[in-house]
Structure formats: C-alpha cells, structure tokens
C-alpha cells in the first residue's frame, strides 16, 4: 500500500501542470472559428458589409428621392399650364330664322312690265349677261340657324403664372425636405451601426465563454480520472468518482449551451446584416480613451445627426409661417384662350381667340391664416425646445457611458485578482487532495470557484470593451 501511494504522488503533481497545458490548448482551439465557419469577420468590415447591404439604408434612398420630387413640382408653379377642352352639347332643338325675299312683292309688278314693252323682250335677248330684275324678285328666301341640335366646341386655354409670393416659401420648404430625408438616412446610419456593434460584442462574449468552458471541461475530465485513479488504489471513494463524472457531464452542457448561444448570436449578427453566417469573430482591438470627458460630450452633441433633425423641423415651420404671410400678396398670371365651334347666324367667325392678364387678392379667409401661422410657431418653438432637451439627455448618456467604462474597468481588476486567487486554490486543494488532506469534492468546489471567475472575467473584459466602443461611437469615432 505504500508503494502505491508513492507512485499516486508521483502521477498526481504532473497531472496538475497537466490541466494547465490542457487548459491552454483549449484556449488555442477555441480560436479556430466555429461550425463551418471560414473567415473572421472584423467590426470594422461588418458596419461595411451593413452599409452595402442594407435593405432599411435602401428604402432611405428611396425616401431622399420622394423628396426631390417635392423640390420638383415646387418649381412647376412657374411653369405654364395648357389646357385643351372639348365639349359636346345636344340641345332639345335646333332653332333656326326664316327670312323671306324682300323683291318677292315686285315680281307681279315686274311682270307686268315686261308684258307691256316687247322691246324689253328684245333687249335682253340681245343681252344676255345683263342681269333681269325678276329673277332676283323670283328667288326663294333664306334661312339661318342660331342654335344646333347638336353642338360642338373646342377651347384651349394657356394659363401663365406672373408673380406668387407663395412660390419662394414652398421652394425653400421642398429644399428643407430633401435635407430632412438626407437627415433621416443619416439617423438609420447610426441605428444600425449601433445595433452591430452590440450584436457583434453579443457574440465576442459567447466566443469567450466557449473558451473558459472548454477549460472547464478540460479541468473537470482530469478530476474525474484523479478520482478513478484514487480510488483504484483505495484512496478514494465511489461517489467521489460519480460525483466528479456529474461535474464532467455539468462542464460538457455548459460548453454546449455556449457553443449554441455563440451560434445563435452569428446567426442574429448575419440576419441583421442580411448575409449568411459563414464568419467568426473576435474582440476588436483596444482603443485608448482621452482623459477629457466634456471632449467626448461636445463631439456627441456635434456628431448626432437627430440634432440637425430639430433645427431642420425648426427651420421648416418657419417656412410655413413665411407662406402664410405670403398668401396676403396678391397672384398675378395671364391667360390665352382660343376657341373652335360651329358657324351660327350670330355667332361671328367659328374661331376666336382672348388674352387675360388678371390679380387675385384674398382679403380675408375667415381668419384661417392666422390661425394655421399660430399652430406653425408652436411647433417651431416645440423644435428648438426639443433639441435643447436631446442635447442634454445626449450628455448624459455620454457622462453615463464614461462611468460604465470607469465601472466595467473596477470590474476588470476585481475578476482578474478573483480569477488568480482561483486558481491558486486549485492547485493548493489539488496538492492538499495528493497528501490525502482534501477530498475529490474540495477540488471540484475550487475547480467550479475557478470557472464562475473565469465567466465573470471574460464578461467583464468583453464588457470594458463594448462600453469603450460604445463611447466612442457615442462621439463620433466610429
């Protein structure tokens, strides 16, 4: 018996060195990217990919082009508008004038005439193209139609505007849309920049758990063959074994949990940035923090593109203010007409034509102007207010930002040192358990000690991370 608790002790100092080369080399794989993964996708290059692939910055571009075509049908109110109408009327009856000969009463007279002078016979006889008065008492008389049956008319009409005041406002308005959609795209910019960047650290997080748990494993397995090797030489017992074989198939769940999870976090970042998952990642490099918090306060404020969205809302219903005032000057515009329509008795030529020049005052609308202006300047002050009020909350969400990187650094140190005295106790109760003075239990506890500390390090550190990124995306650095 003896000599088999030489040898135990022995065995038992090289199997400690042993989980620390196990450890590392799980460290080493976990590395490797995941799945069928085949490439490393760095932050950098996922807000590019977003950027090109995006199907929200799409429908912004979109947007910005709606909004132009607002600038676009402001200018038309200079344009001329040509109109062409025609028109189709049947009337219950045609109305027509009957006009007799008025040489119709000389016929009898002129006939009598004639009778009694034959030399009138021979004259025209003689003289043939000499016209005879009874035959202009002999013709029918006439009839004029003054309204058709069925009636046609063509009228075209060019109306030309010469002055509205209402014209420079609402061009300086559609101007102030397009910004607003540019705008716009510039907010869904950084809506979607952020939601990578918390994706991808999401995922950098789970990478790292995939890590320790894979020690854990590691660490867990070699118990189990510390207790099986113990008890074959009757230093240990049964359940000791079993217990640590429960503690192994413990370790194996956690690294299944957290190789599904750092899946299902690729799966999220690849969705948003419509792609395929065929990528891993890894923690972005250390950026260095100036010491100057009110730096990184001005260059938020400065960089939000939802400021500019207040002013812009701001400068918009002044505009609208400017075109109701506008609505007192009068509208001047010429208009030609022409019209085509059937020839009647009284009706002239079948084309006529007439050129307008006329001004359009509205005097007084009811009181509808003042009213519309009244609304239009609360809601330019409620802009300007609104604007003050998001700075404000801005700086305090850059000033909550700086103490989170102050308080995930604290965090930071505290893992670490908890993470050393972890695994100083492993190997202490490990060396204790070789002198037969702890128990396969004592090393489990330390081992599990050793892993929460392990977990809380790695998020800690992945955290002080995520918060320096989201500082300095907060500021425009990103």
Known sequence: MTLLVLALALLLPSAVFASDSVAEAAADRVEEPEGDTNRVLQLDEAIELLMASSTMLAITDESIREAKTLEDQAYTIWYP????????????????????????????????VYASDPSLASFFAANPAMPDARGLAAMPGSSATIKERHSYRLVGTVTQT??????????????IAVERAENGKQQATYELKRGVIQLYFGAVTFKRLIEVSRRNVELSRLNVDTAQAMLDVDLGLKFEVNRAEVSLASAERELENARLAYRLALDALATFLETEPDFDVELPEERVLSEDLQEYVDAAVAARSEMESYSLA?????????????RFWPVVFAQAQAMLQQETAFGGDPLTWSLTVQASWDLYDGGLRAVEKSGYEVAASQSKLNRELRE???????????????SE???????????????????LTQAAQELNAATAVDVELAQRQRYLSEVALATAEVGLRAQIYALLFASGEL
């Open 314 to 326: 701001a400068q918009f219903n002044e505009k609208r203010i400017d075109e109701v005032d506008s």
């Open 162 to 175: 010469l002055f509205n005041a209402r014209a420079f406002p609402l061009l300086d308005m559609a101007e």
């Open 392 to 406: 404000k909350q801005v700086a305090a969400e850059v000033r909550q930002a700086w103490m989170s990187v102050s």
């Open 409 to 427: 650094r604290q965090k930071v140190a505290s893992a670490s040192a908890e993470v050393g005295l972890a695994i100083e106790n492993v190997e």
């Open 81 to 112: 508008r040509v109109n062409l109408t025609a028109i189709y009327t049947l009337n219950d009856k045609e109305v027509s004038f009957d006009s007799p000969n008025p040489y119709a009463p000389l016929g009898p007279y002129l006939e009598s």
